[in-house]
């Protein structure tokens, strides 16, 4: 069983930035492809960005591109989301995600992930 924890949301105002991190537990934390959805107040999860395990592959969210990036720290077991330049549609709570056996395809898509956690929740004001 993986567990992750996220940590690093809050209350920030519109062009702030802010750093999530996703510590994870697991001695194979580098096999694990990673990624970070979002879920708005009402609306669906939806899928913001994704890292392979040794970090070669990325993807994200067209509409986050240039704005918030996904890295992450294998001697430490954390996944980070940078994000720059916050605005009004950013705020959710937000989760990271593990794939602890796949590779790294179709990684948009909620059920790739068998783990996730508990979520934080990002508040931009305006």
């Known amino acids: 069983q993986v567990q992750r924890v996220e940590s690093g949301g809050g209350l920030v105002q519109a062009g702030d930035s802010l750093r999530l991190d996703c510590a994870a537990s697991?001695?194979?934390?580098?096999?694990?492809?990673m990624a970070w959805f979002r879920q708005a107040l009402g609306k669906e999860r939806v899928f913001v960005a994704a890292m392979s395990g040794r970090g070669g592959s990325t993807d994200y969210k067209d509409t986050v591109k240039g704005r918030l990036a996904i890295s992450r720290d294998n001697a430490k077991n954390t996944v980070y989301l940078q994000m720059n330049s916050l605005k009004p549609a950013d705020p959710a709570v937000y989760y990271c995600a593990a794939d602890v056996g796949g590779t790294f395809t179709i990684v948009s898509a909620a059920r790739k992930y068998q783990y996730w956690g508990q979520g934080t929740q990002v508040t931009v004001s305006s």
């Open positions: 697991g001695r194979t934390f580098y096999n694990y492809d």
